[in-house]
């Protein structure tokens, strides 16, 4: 019965349905983009550690209010596009799976981030400068761009789930 009003549920709104997803992956991992290609550079240019720091926490937390709501609007249309798009018992089937993985995964990273994020502010309003860039480093070397290679992943094999 749920999977059947599912079904009907992404039929009647399948292209708001696949829209918001797209829409919101494209938020999600082009912000990741946008901040550590543009924005990470654009701040090295500033001497003063306490508004290099500032800048930062507040581009940081600009985007999570941003990307939470697009986090959370990825996994609902995601279940409803597997559901309704009949995946299941396919052999496209492992590749939502996969998917989903990565999705997964990149949400913890982001979390991660978001942490740090809050344990650099934490540092930053003790003025504690040099704490809370190290808290931060790990952020712009590694993890933004581990979830970007993960979301361009994720992309290609929704890609690859529409096309067939």
């Known amino acids: 019965m749920i999977k059947e009003m599912m079904v ?7 292209t708001i349905i696949v829209f918001l997803h797209i829409l919101s992956a494209i938020i999600w991992v082009g912000g990741m983009i946008a901040i550590r290609f543009a924005v990470h550079y654009a701040i090295q240019d500033i001497d003063e550690p306490k508004i290099k ?12 209010n941003i990307v939470i709501p697009a986090i959370i609007i990825i996994a609902m249309t995601a279940g409803i596009m597997a559901i309704g798009l009949g995946f299941k018992d396919t052999p496209l089937y492992p590749i939502v799976h996969l998917k989903d993985f990565i999705w997964v995964i990149m949400t913890i990273i982001f ?3 978001y942490k740090k994020r809050e344990k650099a502010e934490l540092f930053f309003n003790e003025n504690n400068f040099k704490e809370a860039k190290q808290t931060l480093q790990p952020i712009a070397k590694y993890l933004i761009p ?3 290679v993960l979301g361009i992943f994720a992309l290609y094999l929704g890609v690859t789930l529409r096309g067939f």
């Open 8 to 14: 009907n549920f992404f039929h009647n709104y399948s």
């Open 53 to 64: 720091i500032g800048k930062t926490l507040d581009f940081l937390k600009r985007f999570f």
């Open 111 to 113: 979390i991660i981030v």
């Open 146 to 148: 581990l979830n970007i």
